[in-house]
């Protein structure tokens, strides 16, 4: 992509991601691409912060939207508080 602005590399975002996850003692869950809805634990599991309306487009979405979400997800789970 030529339009004059910088970007980083795929192993800098890769770099990237590793560090915002490990900030919050998280890792990518291996059932990113194909998650299984219907098997939800109730603590500390990113599938219960994905709404509704995304579980159903899924499939459909490009990678980087998955990711993106599933990150917000996982951390989010992760600061769940529970007695």
């Given at each position: 992509m030529d339009d004059g602005k910088e970007y980083i590399d795929d192993n800098q975002f890769t770099s990237l991601v590793s560090v915002i996850l490990a900030e919050y003692g998280c890792r990518i869950p291996v059932d990113l691409l194909s998650p299984q809805w219907d098997i939800i634990r109730k603590v500390h599991d990113?599938?219960?912060?994905i709404p509704d309306k995304m579980k159903?487009?899924?499939d459909?979405?490009?990678f980087n939207v998955k990711l993106a979400l599933c990150i917000v997800a996982e951390i989010t789970a992760s600061l769940e508080e529970w007695d």
């Open positions: 990113w599938r219960n912060y159903k487009v899924w459909k979405l490009p």
